[in-house]
């Protein structure tokens, strides 16, 4: 695995300044105009939450991971946070669950990051859609505010990432991903929900795989991928807990 860069690029400095703005513009923006029904729907079910929220992490190995520290510490610096991952699941693996381990644990916050293990060949877009649908109307049905989030690139340019090549070598994964992620923007814009675009922040230049240095196999991110990450959520749940502190 190559070393470490030190800094990073100006590319993921970009991607990252404009997560960071869009989850702030867009969370002042929710709380300034109060002009889509769909987020007023959600407001009056949504409880005001202390600080620092319990937050549940939900989704599959990539969540998994991050909970564990196996790639650093970030993680286990939250007690407030909840690692809810299991390797290998898919979307309808993780709504099936969703009760138990989200809804039963009453957080305040649920970050939902699925997706990885949908889109292989012969995926559609419809009932993965309706997977995430059904686990947001569950956490605002009871109260809970939901982040969503984009999935990972896929497979690097260096010779670590040959896992990625051998679980899924068709050109067509990208594509897959880049309708997954902006089904997930557009579906989230339309629900006044904020996402976390950790796709962008482990992009590489040519648009489609990881950067090398930011991935254990070319499938999860490694700890130089979640110190990017970390800080990405953080900044939304940080934001969330603003807007609806219990003043």
């Not at 939900?58 to 993680?75: E, H, K, L």
């Not at 947001?136 to 009871?142: E, F, H, K, L, R």
């Not at 992009?203 to 795989?209: F, N, Q, R």
């Amino acid at each position: 695995m190559r070393a470490r860069s030190h800094s990073q690029s100006p590319t993921t400095r970009r991607k990252l300044g404009r997560v960071r703005a869009f989850a702030a513009l867009y969370l002042a923006s929710i709380s300034l105009c109060g002009c889509s029904a769909a987020i007023a729907d959600a407001d009056r079910a949504q409880r005001t939450i202390p600080d620092p929220p319990s937050v549940v992490f939900i989704g599959d190995s990539i969540t998994a991971i991050w909970g564990s520290g196996q790639q650093g510490p970030q993680f286990a610096e939250h007690p407030n946070w909840i690692d809810k991952g299991i390797s290998g699941q898919n979307s309808s693996q993780v709504l099936a669950r969703f009760q138990t381990d989200v809804i039963d644990l009453h957080p305040e916050i649920v970050n939902i990051l699925v997706g990885t293990n949908d889109v292989y060949p012969g995926w559609v877009l419809k009932p993965s859609a309706a997977n995430v649908e059904s686990m947001v109307q569950m956490a605002q049905a009871n109260g809970i505010h939901v982040i969503l989030a984009t999935i990972p690139p896929w497979g690097c340019d260096a010779s670590q990432c040959a896992t990625a090549e051998s679980a899924d070598s068709t050109l067509s994964r990208y594509d897959r991903i880049n309708t997954w992620n902006a089904w997930i923007e557009q579906y989230a814009l339309s629900k006044g929900i904020p996402v976390v675009d950790y796709h962008s922040a482990l992009l590489a230049p040519d648009g489609e795989h990881y950067v090398p240095d930011m991935t254990i196999e070319g499938v999860h991110p490694n700890a130089a991928g979640y110190v990017v990450m970390t800080p990405m959520v953080e900044g939304v749940i940080n934001a969330i807990a603003s807007l609806y502190a219990d003043k």
